[in-house]
T-cell receptor, first 117, second 114 residues
Framework: GAVVSQHPSWVICKSGTSVKIECRSL??????MFWYRQFPKQSLMLMAT?????????EQGVEKDKFLINHASLTLSTLTVTSAHPEDSSFYIC?????????????FGPGTRLTVL | KQEVTQIPAALSVPEGENLVLNCSFT??????LQWFRQDPGKGLTSLLL?????REQTSGRLNASLDKSSGRSTLYIAASQPGDSATYLC?????????????FGEGTQLTVNP
């Protein structure tokens, strides 16, 4: 089946630094990728939809200048958390949309645990 | 705005028991509904996907039903095993395409005791 990877799987950083998370579709091309965040004991909340070659579409309440998304190729999207603060600590999950003959299927990455000290 | 609710929030059962997880959604105009499994600290594994025109899907010991008009879905797990312990998430896809957004419920945390 289709595989989506994320790197790193976990990261600890100091407050004020920036952190980049990579999302790759390993065996298919993905025009569209999604970024979610998940707080403990809560569900996934969509942050933004990333389209290759164009600007990402952010959900209401998500700061585009704080969460920079770049989808420069059909197999890679990156999320950069700029000037991270402790409240940004969360589990970030990406997802890639694989186009099929009859329907599209969304595959999820394993997630990245961000801890901001 | 689509809202997805899952009941119960947590469930603990002895091994071998059959169980039902419930999911409800407020807007019946969905494209499809999907059930996922999430292990602690991990990503999501898709279990079953039901298109809006379908009533149910089955995979092994899992059976998911969909009643779009009433905004409900159930995930039935037969003969539960300790390895089934995980959080189960229900998600509905709104819009008119298979690439439109997913809205997730908050999940049911299942523990199957040996």
């Amino acid at each position: 089946g289709a595989v989506v990877s994320q790197h790193p799987s976990w990261v600890i950083c100091k407050s004020g630094t920036s952190v980049k998370i990579e999302c790759r579709s390993l065996d298919f091309q993905a025009t569209t990728m999604f970024w979610y965040r998940q707080f403990p004991k809560q569900s996934l909340m969509l942050m933004a939809t990333s389209n290759e070659g164009s600007k990402a579409t952010y959900e209401q309440g998500v700061e585009k200048d704080k969460f920079l998304i770049n989808h420069a190729s059909l197999t890679l999207s990156t999320l950069t958390v700029t000037s991270a603060h402790p409240e940004d600590s969360s589990f970030y999950i990406c997802s890639a949309l694989r186009s099929g003959r009859y329907t599209d299927t969304q595959y999820f990455g394993p997630g990245t645990r961000l801890t901001v000290l | 705005k689509q809202e997805v609710t899952q009941i119960p929030a947590a469930l603990s059962v002895p091994e071998g028991e059959n169980l039902v997880l419930n999911c409800s959604f407020t807007d019946s105009a969905i494209y499809n509904l999907q059930w996922f499994r999430q292990d602690p600290g991990k990503g999501l594994t898709s279990l079953l996907l039901i298109q809006s025109s379908q009533r149910e899907q089955t995979s092994g010991r899992l059976n998911a039903s969909l009643d779009k008009s009433s905004g409900r879905s159930t995930l039935y797990i037969a003969a539960s095993q300790p390895g089934d312990s995980a959080t189960y998430l229900c998600a509905v896809r709104v819009g008119q395409t298979s690439g439109s957004r997913l809205t997730f419920g908050e999940g049911t945390q299942l523990t199957v005791n040996p």
